[in-house]
Every structure is written in C-alpha cells, then in structure tokens.
C-alpha cells in the first residue's frame, strides 16, 4: 500500500524541520531530509526558471510536446510522474500504509503544481513572523552578516507564492503559525493530527527529540539546538534587526507584503511595524551591512539581465 504523500510547505527558517521532527515521531508518518525531487521534474516543462546546458527551453517544448501525444496527453504524463514519485516515497520508507512527509522549503516555487499532481495528498501551510524569518536566515546562513539579498527568491517569491496558493487551497490544507505550535502546543498540535486523521500523543512534543534528521540540506542548527519546544527563538530575532539598515529593510518588506497578505498569514502589519520601531537602534554591522546591501543589490541587476538576455534568445 503507498504511503499518502504529506507536504510541509513554508519558508525556509520558518520552524519546519522542528514540525517534521515532531510529525515523524508518529509511527503513520514517514520523512526524509529534504528530497527537492519534484521541483527538476516539475521545471522540466517550464521554459524559465531553469538553466541546463542542452537548452531548457527546446527540451521543456519537447516534452509537453511528447505528453501532447501520449494516449491521454499530459494526463499521462502527470499519472506515470506521480507514480515515479510515490515509489520513491515508499522506498524512502518503511512500507505499509500512513505518510510520507516531503518537507522541502523550495517548494514554495511548484505549490500548485502539487496540489493538481497530488489530489490525494495533504498539505501543511507553515508560517512564521517574517522578521524572525529574515533575521534567522541573517544568523544561520550569514553567520550574522545581512545577506537577505541573496535569498530574496525566499523572503519575496517565497511568500507570494505561499499565500497565493494556500487562498487557492485552503479546503485542502491547514494552516499553522510557528509561534503557536510552540507557546500553546496542547491546543494547536491536535488539530495538525486532526487533519492527518491521525491519534495525537502528548508524547510527541517530548520525544521529537530522538528523531535525526541530519543531511547537507535541512536545519543545520535548530534540529541540535532544540531537543525539546522552546519559546526561546520568537524574541531572538529582535538582537539581529537593531540596527538601522536593517530595520529600514524590514519595513519596506513588510510594506512589500502588506497587510492583505500578512492578515492570511495571521499577522498585523501595524504591529509588527511598531515591534520593529520599538527596537533600540545599534551600529553593529553597520559598515560591513552597507557593503553586503550594495553588492547584493548589484549582483541582483546583473542576474535579472543575464536572465533576460538567456530567455530572450530562447536559449
């Protein structure tokens, strides 16, 4: 029997290998450290987004051609994708019947693609203060250096993407805020079992613990950091943003989300703007801040012209 495929769709930083961790302790639910399998097989169609050496464009064109003249058509093509997939699931598992759980952050870019490919499928909407978001991306993968501009494809398409899809989907999905799951765990963890049709077990907030999830992609510090719920991490993004470049980034990205979005990812505009304001301003980092904003911003319009000059002459 194939295990029903489970996806966990979030920023990254936004607290998703703590959920698996805690997902994958139940004995219905099987994971692995981020697969990204989906995300060549599902850009294998699209003409942008994607560069390869034989030329992205000729071979997406032929194989929407190829599925054009199969029985079904890309039905067919779809159904034998799907059937790839959930057999590598089951592999990656014990067998059996229950989940498996595919937590992959990039994901964000192929959303919808899911849901129509996975009709069977369940989905896990994870959201989490996007100041805490873009200060934990600062301290883990900057080492405390401001490199957001790097990981805008997150921190903007990311979240574009994950509300657009969640609103299309939400009779499919449940949605969670990290800052629930770990400041009131017995009244928002049932109800993420609830939806799995699954029992919840108490147990479960204390033994995630023992679940291992090391690989090269996934959390490199929060799965040793934390072997037990922590409220611990909803302030320190505070430390990180007091300075004022990067306050001054931070409001114009919650500005850039805005409150229509921020309320379907159940939070204030408003207030999180006066969080902000309310941090003291400091001059650590700011030097070396000017110096990564200007050479991100930079490296950023160079990237946008390349991209335009490789779609435009169709290779």
């Not at 994958?24 to 399998?37: D, L, M, Q, R, S």
């Not at 994607?50 to 929407?64: N, T």
């Not at 501009?149 to 009779?171: M, N, Q």
Request: aromatic content about 12%; glycine content about 8%.
């Amino acid at each position: 029997m194939s295990r029903r495929p489970l996806f966990l769709l979030s920023l990254p930083r936004s607290g998703s290998t703590l959920v698996q961790r805690i997902l994958a302790g139940h004995e219905e639910i099987a994971t692995a450290p981020e697969p990204w399998i989906l995300l060549p097989q599902i850009y294998a169609m699209r003409e942008q987004g994607l560069y390869a050496e034989y030329g992205q464009v000729p071979a997406s064109r032929a194989i929407r051609e190829f599925a054009e003249r199969l029985p079904g058509g890309p039905d067919d093509y779809r159904t034998e994708l799907r059937s790839f997939v959930s057999a590598l699931y089951d592999r990656a598992s014990d067998g059996g019947g229950g989940y498996f759980l595919d937590k992959t952050p990039r994901y964000h870019h192929i959303a919808d693609d899911l849901f129509d490919l996975f009709p069977e499928g369940r989905f896990l909407f994870l959201w989490r203060n996007p100041l805490a978001v873009a200060a934990s991306i600062s301290e883990t993968w900057g080492r405390g250096r401001w490199n957001v501009e790097k990981y805008r494809t997150d921190l903007f398409d990311g979240t574009a993407h994950l509300v657009s899809s969640y609103r299309a989907h939400a009779d499919r999905s449940i949605a969670l805020r990290f800052e629930d799951l770990v400041t009131h765990p017995l009244e928002t963890w049932p109800s993420v079992f609830a939806h799995l049709d699954l029992s919840f077990d108490p147990e479960l907030l204390r033994s995630f613990g023992e679940v291992r999830l090391d690989a090269r992609m996934g959390d490199p510090t929060g799965s040793r950091a934390y072997t037990s719920l922590s409220v611990e991490p909803l302030d320190k993004w505070r430390r990180t943003l007091a300075n004022p470049i990067r306050k001054r980034w931070c409001h114009g990205y919650l500005r850039w989300i805005g409150q229509d979005r921020l309320q379907t990812m159940g939070y204030d505009l408003a207030e999180l703007e006066a969080e902000l304001d309310s941090l003291p301003s400091s001059p650590r980092g700011l030097v070396s801040d000017v110096a990564t904003v200007a050479y991100g911003r930079t490296s950023r319009l160079r990237r946008r012209a390349s991209a335009a000059s490789l779609w435009g002459d169709g290779h």
